[in-house]
């Protein structure tokens, strides 16, 4: 879209330019830079403008957060403070993937938090900003002027908290499992996302999409998944995320039926925390269940 509109600009001011350098000594329409001719470099002072003045050439904007007040949505971007690093303010994150400051100003006693851009993907670190931190909790995400943000809960109730966190620039991957298998920790999975789905197998799970029964992770009746002669079956989900497993009548078999039972132990794959969940069946086959 936007080199479209740039091309027709150009086609615009590049014919108007014959009628502005004519000898009309008057303000010339389309000379944007003030130099007395409608050409090219218009153009760019134009794209400048846009970038400088916030228009729809900007980039993208990040920012992080640090106090002892959870944030919450907002609509438009924070006000920000790149000077003082005390409790409750917004800084600018800019390009970096990495945070070390220590903030100040808040009351010993209170919990601690800090968002940051989830798809930078900044995670707490000791002061190294290698070796990961996982006393925090993460509470999940909010959103800020339509960008997606994590809130991470601190290890601290001081009156000051330092924060160290490091990412790789790229957007965290979500999984989750369904199998007869219990499985395991690993560093990394290879989905299956044929659109099909069979027993022992991780699936991708796209966080930007809104789920709900009516548009589910997974719909074991359209998808049946096939299985052995087995006593149980597990699920694993994003400990992160408020999925859970429904029935066909969307009541949740977890938290409210209790037909699925939680298992306190959890497991790691790619860095992401997930939990487990078993239930004794007989059936040789996953059905009448929605995830989402």
């Known amino acids: 879209m936007k080199i479209k509109f740039f091309m027709l600009l150009a086609a615009v001011l590049l014919s108007a330019s014959a009628f502005a350098q004519s000898g009309n000594n008057g303000t010339l329409k389309g000379d944007v830079n003030g130099d007395g001719v409608v050409d090219v470099a218009d153009i760019n ?7 400088d003045g916030g228009g729809t050439g900007e980039d993208t904007k990040y920012y992080w957060y640090a106090g002892q007040t959870q944030p919450q ?70 959103t800020i002027s339509g960008i997606s943000y994590t809130v991470w809960r601190t290890n601290g109730t001081g009156s000051r908290s330092a924060v160290y966190m490091a990412g790789t620039g790229e957007e965290t991957k979500y999984y989750w499992y369904v199998g007869q298998t219990q499985p395991t920790s690993k560093s990394s999975v290879t989905p299956q996302d044929s659109g099909t789905f069979t027993n022992n197998n991780w699936h991708t799970i ?3 999409n809104t789920y709900s029964f009516s548009n589910p992770i997974y719909n074991s009746e359209s998808n049946p998944i096939k299985g ?38 959890q497991i790691t794959i790619a860095n992401v925390t997930y939990n487990i969940y078993k239930k004794v069946s007989t059936s040789r086959q996953f059905n009448a269940y929605w995830i989402h």
């Open 45 to 51: 002072a134009i794209i400048q403008i846009m970038k």
């Open 73 to 142: 949505n907002m609509s438009s971007n924070p006000t920000v403070d790149d000077t003082n690093f005390t409790v409750d303010k917004w800084h600018t994150l800019g390009t970096a993937t990495t945070i070390a400051k220590t903030i100040t100003g808040g009351t010993s006693g209170n919990d601690w938090y800090v968002a940051v851009p989830t798809s930078i993907n900044l995670k707490p670190t000791a002061t190294d900003l290698s070796t990961l931190d996982t006393s925090w909790d993460n509470l999940g995400t909010i």
């Open 206 to 208: 796209n966080v930007n």
């Open 228 to 265: 052995d002669i087995n006593t149980y079956w597990y699920v694993a989900l994003p400990a992160d995320k408020s999925y859970s497993i429904y029935d066909s009548d969307d009541v949740d078999e977890v938290n409210v039926s209790g037909n699925w039972t939680k298992l306190t132990s």
